[in-house]
């Protein structure tokens, strides 16, 4: 759907009338662009013998941010797909049989795949921290731009989960989302930060 768009599309489809692509979307590719930069750092690191020690540690990181960067881009068009049919349920007269519980499965789905997004991302900010702490000196400007990549990815995927669960019949599923989303959301911010803070104090 939109992963042979180019930049210049994709931005125009954003800025443009259309649903989708939306907030979930933009914060899976800034997310997927966040450690796309981590990754560069191994790719910049590994065959140095300044590094030689960290190298296979390396090689594993490098590995696990191709698959969360790949993972990432596919949820772009997973938060396209499961948008649509919400928006189409939001139009079902108040008064028809199974709106309700039309509407909630629709919810649930579309809550399901920023939830994902946000899990990622919490995932590629400890793999960005170890590439900031064990990769090559002369790259730690990328580590720190794609730590804060990832916080902003991170906190756009947090309000696309409660801009869903916020209206959930299931109060009980909708608060147990909410908890996971407060209490990660606090933590892996922080993880971001202490990334930027502490390369960006280094320079």
Known sequence: ???NTTIKEFTELLASPSSVPGGGGASALVGAIGIALGDMVG???VGKKK?????EELKVLMAHAQDLRARLVECVDKDAVAFEPLS?????PKDE???DETLEKCLRDAAAVPMEIFDLCCEAIDVTYEFGTKGSKLMLSDAATGAEMLRAALKGAAVNVKVNTRLMKDREYAESLDRKVDEKLQKYSSVADEI?????NSL
């Open 51 to 55: 590094y030689a020690e960290v190298e």
């Open 1 to 3: 759907m939109f992963e």
């Open 196 to 200: 930027f803070d502490m390369i960006y």
């Open 88 to 92: 189409k349920a939001y139009s079902i």
């Open 97 to 99: 049989p199974g709106r």
């Open 43 to 45: 790719e910049h690191t």
